[in-house]
């Protein structure tokens, strides 16, 4: 299909099944996905997953910001191996669907337990003032600099 | 969504970062704002930063795509004047801008 011509195609198949059927077809041309990836119910699931629970834009092993880079850095440092991670850059959806379900305007953001701690910055100033140690230590994880301290 | 306004503020500065992103030349799209008020005594990170994000909403509906915020109170800011550095761009400009998205 001719690049003019998906375009074409996802224009229609928006128009003819509209916003609330389920079935929807996001702006960009090479990502689309379900209506239900960004609504309430579905991000509740997916922040309730795992204890820890980041949207970033890329994969761990490859974050496409700086600012998600900065999160998952700031978690392997700690040693932090779990977690869940979902790339918005690869789901419209939930890109727009994760900011309206925190009211909170940008991306990377980062939920323990559920619960919405904030963004790349307030992550990094716990890193910087310690309680990001603590706030893992209620999670049941004991961060890796705990253990550098000691040697 | 903020209960809470940024009415006081003693610091306000406003450092545009475009230029460290692969966007065209003069863009206006990533930033970061430093902000030392009274307003924030007793409040939480998060807590500020909302009330930093109310204030700007209308810009980050917009054309802003980035906003890297320092919320501090007068206190913490004569102890610690320091800005962080942003971080280097990893590229996803360049994707998003390649899937003609903001």
């Not at chain 1, 074409?8 to 702006?27: D, E, P, Q, V, W």
């Not at chain 2, 994000?53 to 810009?59: A, G, I, R, S, T």
């Not at chain 2, 550095?85 to 801008?97: D, V």
């Amino acid at each position: 299909m001719s690049f003019i011509g998906r375009r074409a195609f996802f224009s229609l198949g928006y128009r003819l099944h509209g916003k609330n059927n389920g079935i929807s077809f996001a702006r960009g041309l090479s990502s689309y996905s379900s209506a239900e990836s960004g609504s309430k119910e579905h991000i509740d699931d997916l922040v309730k997953k795992d204890d820890i629970v980041i949207f970033i834009k890329g994969v761990p092993e490859q974050p496409m910001c700086g600012f998600s880079n900065a999160v998952v850095q700031i978690l392997r440092m700690h040693g932090v191996e779990k977690f869940g991670s979902y790339n918005v850059l690869d789901d419209d959806s939930l890109r727009q669907g994760i900011k309206d379900y925190s009211s909170w305007p940008t991306i990377p953001q980062i939920y323990f337990k559920g619960e919405f701690v904030g963004g790349s910055d307030i992550m990094l100033e716990m890193h910087q003032n310690g309680s990001l140690v603590e706030e893992l230590q209620n999670l049941g994880i004991r961060s890796a600099l705990l253990d550098g301290e000691k040697q | 969504m903020a209960d809470a306004q940024v009415q006081r503020t003693n610091t306000l500065e406003v450092i545009n970062e475009s230029n460290m992103h692969n966007v065209p030349k003069g863009s206006e799209s990533h930033f970061k704002v430093v902000v030392v008020s009274m307003d924030f005594e007793n409040l939480s990170l998060i807590k500020r930063h909302r009330m930093v994000n109310d204030v700007l909403k209308d810009e980050l509906a917009g054309g802003v795509h980035a906003l890297s915020i320092q919320a501090k109170t007068p206190s913490q800011w004569s102890q610690n004047s320091s800005v962080s550095q942003s971080p280097a761009c990893l590229g996803g400009m360049a994707r998003e801008m390649a899937n003609n998205k903001s």
